[in-house]
């Protein structure tokens, strides 16, 4: 538990440049208009100090930590932070209690909770009757969905507000602040082109934490003559190979990623499909994980409209297996490329969740004993293959013999459509009906 000094006026000049331009009221705050803007809901609730607990999602650096200051500041709140590694359920209710007790004093308490996904089952339930009797005042913070990270006893008391990530306009807006202030880098003149701001921007991704850091990297690095300093592109591409990118396997954003892939590929939108796979291997995504998902695609989505996708698909899957990365990259690519591009049929997705609803809502029946195989007298003796037509032995190689229970014969599961080689089996599976149709008698 750590006890914040919001009003302390000493600007700690050792402290990093984000925490020292950190903004202390809303005039200030880059971003998140929709929320904090004149007028908008948060803004009003803050402005006429009539918060309760709430939740702030949204990506890394888009200022959630930095909203729940302004809020402590501007209600004269009591501020404590709590993080999941160091607090346990003990410190927790010892906190609280004494919370309950300024509350009482007429004292304000606000609890913030940097990564509340982070903390378990047990540490949040700890939180919940403090929550519900008003002796705090929550502020979780986290980048997961709280749908699924945050306790619904909890989440249900608490009000989830969606930061979204920063854009590269409110970011060069934000450097250009940081650059005009006194907290920055007092006695210097930074001379600093905007193309190079632009460029902090992209690499920073969308993170206002990112963007400031970079900065003071590379002003630190840059030559000071006469306490003039001036970033060059050559200083700002050797310390800026590589752009940060958000990207977590493990959390939401790499369903989202997945999911906005397979969607791609679905609407035949190739560049796409391209792009989200791009995505997720420069994220460090597990090859194999990706060729799984292509396997599937290939039947869900493709299906019999082109044969070749599945093959295409199981040989990527093989090359990914052999290869690893960075190697594979160019056969997931091939793959997803060959997937956009094909003919789509979900004929065969469709067909297995049909069969599905009639096993589920139709009683289980014996195989008919003309289909089941006599591999004893008895078996023989008691009707097992009687009547069984075999269809090599007929000229057009069918015949009208029953092969389902009655109960279901009429059903149809498979519906091919007209979509590349579907359009084929569609001809042949109605010649097919229309055989047995005229061959019933």
Sequence with gaps: MKELSLFDTEM??????ASRVRPSDLDHFVGQSHLVGEGKFLREMIDNDQISSMIFW???GVGKTTLAEIIAKKTSSKFITFSAVMNGIKEIRKIMNEAEENRQLGERTIVFIDEIHRFNKAQQDAFLPYVEKGSIILIGATTENPSFEVNSALLSRTRVFLLNQLTEEAIIELLKKVL????AFPNLDISIEDKLLRQITIYSNGDARTAINTLEMLVINSERVNQQVTVTVDLMNELMDKKVGYYDKDGEEHYNIISALHKSMRNSDVDSAIYWLA????????PIYIARRLLRFASEDVGLADNNALNLAVNTFQSCR???????????TQCVIYLSVAPKSNATYKARLAVQKDIKQTIDEPVPLHLRNAASKLMKEVGYGKGYQIAHSYEDKLTTMPTRPENIASHV????????NEHKLKQRLDYIKSWKNSHKD
């Excluded at 995505?279 to 597990?286: K, Q």
């Design 180 to 183: 005009k202030s006194d907290k």
């Design 322 to 332: 052999y290869m690893g990365l960075p190697e594979c990259d160019v056969h997931l």
């Design 413 to 420: 599961y498979y519906k091919p459509t007209e979509e590349g």
């Design 279 to 286: 995505r997720m291997i420069d994220g460090g995504e597990d």
């Design 12 to 17: 700690d000049m050792n402290a990093p440049l």
């Design 58 to 60: 949204g990506p890394p």
